[in-house]
């Protein structure tokens, strides 16, 4: 069974009991995909006109697990730009497909054996994703992961993305568990903003040292 008391590893610290259902977050969670949407981003920002300055690393971890076109939206208004949403977010998506097919993707070893540990068991688990699910599909198979997930939930499926707490909500009503009895693992503050208005426990994923 899980572990009944903590264990600390390099990244997380595994609560001391077990919840009826657990939710992972993808990108900085699962697979080590971080580095790679930040030169997307950039790529696309600058591409349509944003400063140099605008999204540097501490700015888009602070925008962790948001849908893009919200990211978009909030730095124009941060920053004072014009930029089109849809358009910025599209050529970040497809700067970030050629990227993960060039590059490939690392896991998280913590959760990622976490999750096998669930599935052993039976226990109910889902992905939580600020992707689109297009996007959230290539970056597990670009991971080797996606036969592992049968259930993600994406910003297409709920009115609301992170901060909000739609798409955690829905993850738990798809797995027929009460939210109340969900762990959320979160490695950025917009998801776990979003587990705490869920009514949900949330286990923060460490960043790599950079």
């Given at each position: 069974m899980i572990p009944s008391s903590p264990v600390v590893t390099k990244r997380i610290d595994l609560p001391g009991k077990i919840f009826a259902g657990y939710i992972f977050d993808?990108?900085?969670?699962?697979?080590?995909?971080?580095?790679?949407h930040h030169r997307a981003w950039r790529m696309a920002l600058q591409n349509h006109g944003a400063p140099a300055d605008v999204f540097q690393w501490n700015e888009f971890v602070a925008h962790g697990g948001m849908a893009a076109t919200d990211i978009v939206k909030d730095l124009n208004s941060c920053h004072e730009l014009a930029m089109d949403p849809p358009a910025v977010?599209?050529?970040?998506?497809?700067?970030?497909?050629?990227?993960?097919?060039?590059?490939?993707?690392?896991?998280?070893?913590?959760?990622?054996?976490?999750?096998h540990r669930l599935r052993e068991q039976r226990i109910p688990y889902a992905i939580g994703t600020g992707s689109f699910m297009p996007g959230a599909v290539a970056t597990l198979r670009a991971a080797k992961l996606e036969e592992l997930f049968p259930l993600i939930v994406t910003p297409e499926d709920v009115p609301?993305?992170?901060p909000a707490p739609d798409i955690f909500l829905k993850a738990a009503e798809r797995m027929n568990v009460p939210p109340a009895e969900c762990v959320v693992f979160e490695d950025a503050e917009p998801g776990l903003r979003a587990a705490a208005a869920a009514g949900m426990a949330c286990v923060r994923v460490l960043p790599a040292v950079r």
């Open positions: 993808l990108d900085g969670t699962l697979v080590e995909s971080m580095p790679l977010a599209e050529e970040k998506r497809a700067n970030y497909a050629r990227l993960l097919e060039e590059e490939g993707l690392d896991i998280i070893p913590e959760t990622v054996e976490l999750v609301h993305g992170k």
